[in-house]
């Protein structure tokens, strides 16, 4: 058994296992599929305090994993595929391998990439379609490419997929955008960047070779129309990965994770949430890597009053 248990590598799950091994917690991570999770599919982080010069969202993830490590964190590769929360201490099943019990848990799996769910779109994933362009982008060398989306990830993504790219469109489904205006600013001023605003996506056109194109409405005409293209990056935001939560623990209506105003406390007493499987509103790597520091220090007050095991001795 363990006093505490983290689901999730992202900047949530790190520092939560960095703050209870420090406290002599002796941490279990579980690692899923994603180590180090969405910063792993990001190029520069420019807006995390103290690397004044950016660092590489992997690089960022390594070290948070690293300083884990060093405090005595253990990990474990494994896919959570249900809990059982109902009494204490909890039993997570994996997939392939032993149940695992923890006095504490703390749920930090973050979020997913969202599709479109249009015709031709998840047939032709990895065919020109994709939601990571620092996975992918370097497949559509001197290739033209289309990006769907107004937010921060959709204007990072066309920036970053101009390296490769020949041409990359922007399509967005209004006038106005959600990114930031930083972010705005640099897609507006990238000269291999033109823009598709107020353009509803409709389907994935694709021949046996891959993508084609991509059939839209023109919002102000009515018009549908198809912007050719070699390769489709999705940037739409994202979903919370709490389907093995369902029914265990208290969910919004999409699925993210509720807890108690100002604290990490999920509807059952030991179960703590910390970054983007909670959060709606800011979506940082440096909240989710705060939430995770809270998550822990709410996990530890917990135990002092509730161990169901004389931890003592150990
Ligand atoms: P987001 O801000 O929620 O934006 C999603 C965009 O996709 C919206 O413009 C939305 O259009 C559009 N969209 C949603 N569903 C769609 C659909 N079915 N078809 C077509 N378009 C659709 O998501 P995000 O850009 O992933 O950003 C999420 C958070 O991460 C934000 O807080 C952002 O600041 C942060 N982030 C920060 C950075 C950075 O600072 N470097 C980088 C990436 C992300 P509508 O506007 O019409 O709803």
């Known amino acids: 058994m363990y006093k505490s248990v983290v689901i999730g590598t992202g900047p949530a799950g790190y520092t939560a296992a960095i703050y209870l091994a420090r406290a002599n917690l002796e941490p279990l991570v579980i690692e899923g599929p994603q180590p180090g999770g969405q910063l792993t599919t990001t190029t520069d982080v420019e807006n995390f305090p103290g690397f004044p010069e950016g660092i590489m969202g992997p690089e960022l993830m390594d070290n948070m994993r690293k300083q884990a490590e060093r405090f005595g964190t253990e990990f474990k590769t494994g896919w959570v595929t ?55 982008g370097f497949f559509f060398r001197n290739k033209k490419i289309v990006v769907v989306g107004g937010g921060d990830s959709a204007m990072e993504e066309a920036n970053f997929l101009t390296r490769f790219a020949s041409e990359v469109t922007l399509v967005h489904r209004r006038e106005e955008m959600r990114a930031s205006k930083i972010m705005q600013d640099r897609a507006r001023g990238n000269s291999k960047i033109s823009w598709a605003l ?32 070699d390769g489709l ?72 009053g509730n161990a169901t095991h004389d931890w003592s001795g150990n």
């Open 82 to 136: 249900s809990v059982d929360v109902s009494k204490r201490p909890f039993t997570l099943k994996i997939e392939g391998a032993d149940d695992i019990v923890a006095e504490t848990l703390i749920i930090a799996t973050g979020a997913s990439a969202k599709y479109m769910n249009v015709p031709g779109e998840q047939d032709n994933i990895g065919k020109g379609v994709s939601a990571c362009a620092t996975c992918d």
């Open 198 to 229: 107020n353009r509803t996506p409709l389907e994935v056109e694709a021949s046996g070779m891959g993508v084609t194109g991509l059939k839209v409405r023109n919002n102000e005409t009515g018009e549908e129309e198809v912007i050719k293209t």
């Open 233 to 304: 990056f999705v940037a739409i935001g994202h979903k919370p990965n709490t389907d093995f939560l369902q029914g265990k623990v208290e969910l919004d209506a999409q699925g993210y994770v509720i807890v108690k105003p100002g604290t990490s406390e999920t509807s059952i007493p030991g179960v703590f949430a910390a970054g983007d499987v909670h959060d709606t509103k800011y979506r940082q790597a440096i909240t989710a890597a705060g939430s995770g520091c809270q998550a822990a220090l709410d996990a530890e007050k917990f135990l002092e």
